[in-house]
């Protein structure tokens, strides 16, 4: 006698679709796992060729970014996008940004950047011990036009291409904000460098919401080269012209009454000690504007539902809390201590 089977239940489409949901944004982690992995991997053998070929113990500037950025730009971004490519795009309207607008959005950034910055390094002096370096800025002060191809040029085309385009054109499907804020922790979890995760957090933020509103990545390239720009090349000028110890070495003359001898140093520096004045006082004023902006402005940003919006309380659970995501985070993480700690 044929035994009989139980009736089966009906699938419930509300829980499919979370699971189509999570699978998307596990294929978007594991695709940025494969890509830090073939990152690394190249860049520590192109390292290792470039040492024993250029015969040094000391890599000059230009062969640390080809080593770093020529595995990353040619090979690893491209083959996440591949991986990434399985999931749909959503289509949408593209859109001209003011310069009015652009320009208060790129002011809003200063604010962000400096206490994202402040938290990091705080973090890392606390958890290294003091011991900690910022490679990336010992990179960038390193003044040579090496730093305005790989830090202002091509550094900002290739993320905003890769966090910007490729994950939040599919991501945004399921929320404006959920896909804002996952490609800003992907974009500061990728540089695995504590000194640098809050900021880059931050920044990517404000470079998704542009992105978003406009569907053009003309806008969020410009704003992330003049960032860097300021902070990989301007910056470090300015700081190189003006010796700090010379004139804590001045200062402590004056204190003894030999003024003479800070009066001539003074005077020698004066162009220099102007160039800096100058420049920081006009920071400070973009920094007061942003903060004021960004009081002003906080309820001015405008979001739209998307076609298939995770709701509250469901999307960090959905975005993050998947296997790919998980991995990505954890190897992030632990690449982001190893280079805090080594």
């Not at 400096?114 to 002096?125: D, K, P, Q, T």
């Not at 994950?167 to 500061?188: C, D, N, P």
């Not at 102007?274 to 402005?297: D, M, Q, S, T």
Request: charged share 15%; glycine share 6%; with cysteine.
């Amino acid at each position: 006698m044929q035994q009989l089977q139980p009736p089966s239940l009906p699938a419930d489409p509300y829980a499919e679709w979370l699971m189509r949901v999570r699978r998307a944004f596990s294929r978007i982690g594991g695709a940025l796992c494969v890509m830090i992995v073939i990152w690394y991997a190249l860049a520590t053998v192109l390292s290792g060729v470039l040492y024993t070929a250029l015969h040094t113990a000391n890599m000059p500037n230009w062969a640390s970014y080809v080593a770093s950025g020529a595995p990353l730009y040619l090979l690893a971004m491209p083959v996440a996008v591949l991986i990434m490519r399985k999931l749909p795009v959503v289509e949408t309207r593209a859109f001209d940004m003011k310069p009015s607008l652009f320009l208060k959005l790129l002011v809003m950034c200063f604010p962000l950047m400096y206490v994202g910055s402040i938290i990091g390094n705080f973090l890392a002096e606390a958890l290294s011990d003091g011991k900690a370096s910022d490679a990336v800025s010992d990179l960038a002060m390193q003044l040579d036009v090496w730093n305005v191809v790989f830090l202002v040029i091509i550094g900002p085309i290739f993320e905003e291409w890769i966090f910007r385009k490729e994950i939040i054109s599919r991501a945004r499907r399921y929320g404006e904000k959920t896909a804002i804020v996952f490609s800003a922790l992907a974009f500061g979890l990728f540089h695995m460098n504590l000194f640098q995760f809050f900021y880059a957090f931050a920044l990517g933020l404000v470079f998704g919401y542009v992105y978003v509103r406009t569907s053009k990545l003309r806008y969020s390239i410009a704003m992330h080269m003049i960032i860097n720009f300021n902070g990989g090349v301007l910056a470090p000028w300015v700081i190189t012209r003006v010796d700090t110890r010379q004139m804590e070495s001045m200062a402590e003359q004056l204190e003894g009454g030999n003024s003479a001898m800070a009066t001539a140093w003074l005077e020698q520096n004066l162009p220099s000690l102007a160039v800096a004045g100058v420049y920081f006082v006009v920071y400070l004023a973009v920094l007061i504007a942003g903060v004021v902006l960004l009081v002003r402005e906080r309820r001015r940003f405008e979001f739209y539902t998307a076609p298939e919006e995770l709701p509250r309380g469901l999307r960090a659970k959905t975005a993050c809390g998947n296997v790919g995501v998980i991995t990505f985070i954890v190897l992030a993480v632990l690449l982001t201590a190893i280079n805090l700690l080594a």
